[in-house]
């Protein structure tokens, strides 16, 4: 691992995709921090066993979060910062969580949305691609089993609606779910069109199959705008980007904390 060994390793922990084309986003995001923290070793783990089983029958290996620590522990690492490359601190954050490795001193950074701060700084960066006169959907993932895991994404709801009298909230799992579709076709009725953000790092079979699929249960089809764009996924937004190295930065002063104390 070519990283100076007396730096904390950066490890970029992502749910994982299927999609060739979701996977060529994990680059841009590599190469923006690779240009934030040049000397840093910076490395992928994938939190998803499903979509790491699915990967792996097909050959290609992807390493999981405790399979990272083992080898950069083994490598002479002694710090590391895990930036999870999730919107909300959910279920899969409680698997980042509860990581450990012997003989490395871990600083767990936070998700996108961890604080007001951060739900402030999202609606600035995605209030560019926000027409005023456009009905715009923010399309979330959300999740069905943990009503807690929602708690941002609702708050994200309370604070977007009430900045964007276009912007409407939903999501594929759990709440606010897919019931303010309903609201979203009754206002892109005046100019028959309706663009689709997606709340998630990289637009794979969510956004391909619910979202902009064909089936008469596609969220493009329940608006039935003549007109439906779909934008690129957040980890082609800079400003987003920006906010998860503020996260990095702040568990790096972790790490520096803990050294100044030991």
């Not at 792996?56 to 080898?71: D, H």
């Not at 568990?251 to 100044?260: C, E, F, P, S």
């Given at each position: 691992?070519?990283?100076?060994?007396?730096?904390?390793?950066?490890?970029?922990?992502?749910?994982?995709?299927?999609?060739?084309?979701?996977?060529?986003?994990?680059?841009?995001?590599?190469?923006?921090?690779?240009?934030?923290?040049?000397?840093?070793?910076?490395?992928?783990?994938?939190?998803?066993?499903?979509?790491?089983?699915?990967?792996?029958?097909?050959?290609?290996?992807?390493?999981?979060?405790?399979?990272?620590?083992?080898?950069?522990?083994?490598?002479?690492?002694?710090?590391?910062?895990?930036?999870?490359?999730?919107?909300v601190p959910g279920e899969e954050f409680s698997i980042v969580r509860s990581s450990e490795c012997v003989g490395i001193e871990l600083s767990?950074?936070?998700?996108?949305?961890?604080?007001?701060?951060?739900?402030?700084?999202?609606?600035?960066?995605?209030?560019?691609?926000?027409?005023?006169d456009v009905t715009t959907v923010l399309v979330c993932h959300g999740n069905r089993k943990y009503s807690e895991y929602n708690e941002q994404?609702?708050?994200?709801?309370?604070?977007?609606?009430?900045?964007?009298?276009?912007?409407?909230?939903?999501?594929?799992?759990?709440?606010?779910?897919?019931?303010?579709?309903?609201?979203?076709?009754?206002?892109?009725?005046?100019?028959?069109?309706?663009?689709?953000?997606?709340?998630?790092?990289?637009?794979?079979?969510?956004?391909?199959?619910?979202?902009?699929?064909?089936?008469?249960?596609?969220?493009?089809?329940?608006?039935?705008?003549?007109?439906?764009?779909?934008?690129?996924?957040?980890?082609?937004?800079?400003?987003?980007?920006?906010?998860?190295?503020?996260?990095?930065?702040?568990?790096?002063?972790?790490?520096?904390?803990?050294?100044?104390?030991?």
């Amino acid at each position: 691992m070519p990283g100076h060994k007396n730096l904390p390793a950066i490890i970029l922990a992502t749910f994982g995709t299927s999609s060739p084309k979701a996977r060529e986003v994990y680059r841009g995001i590599e190469n923006r921090v690779r240009e934030a923290y040049p000397k840093h070793e910076i490395v992928w783990a994938y939190l998803s066993h499903q979509i790491i089983d699915k990967q792996r029958s097909l050959g290609v290996v992807l390493p999981t979060l405790s399979e990272v620590l083992i080898a950069l522990a083994g490598s002479g690492f002694n710090e590391a910062v895990v930036q999870p490359l999730l919107t909300v601190p959910g279920e899969e954050f409680s698997i980042v969580r509860s990581s450990e490795c012997v003989g490395i001193e871990l600083s767990i950074s936070a998700p996108l949305l961890s604080s007001e701060h951060d739900l402030d700084a999202v609606l600035a960066a995605i209030s560019a691609y926000i027409l005023p006169d456009v009905t715009t959907v923010l399309v979330c993932h959300g999740n069905r089993k943990y009503s807690e895991y929602n708690e941002q994404l609702l708050r994200l709801k309370k604070m977007a609606e009430s900045k964007f009298d276009n912007l409407i909230v939903a999501s594929i799992e759990g709440a606010p779910g897919t019931e303010p579709l309903a609201r979203a076709r009754e206002m892109a009725r005046a100019k028959d069109a309706v663009v689709f953000i997606p709340f998630m790092m990289a637009s794979g079979e969510h956004i391909n199959r619910d979202v902009m699929g064909d089936d008469a249960e596609s969220w493009k089809n329940i608006v039935g705008a003549r007109h439906s764009t779909c934008l690129e996924p957040l980890a082609k937004n800079t400003a987003i980007l920006n906010i998860f190295l503020n996260h990095i930065e702040f568990a790096m002063q972790d790490l520096r904390k803990v050294r100044q104390h030991g």
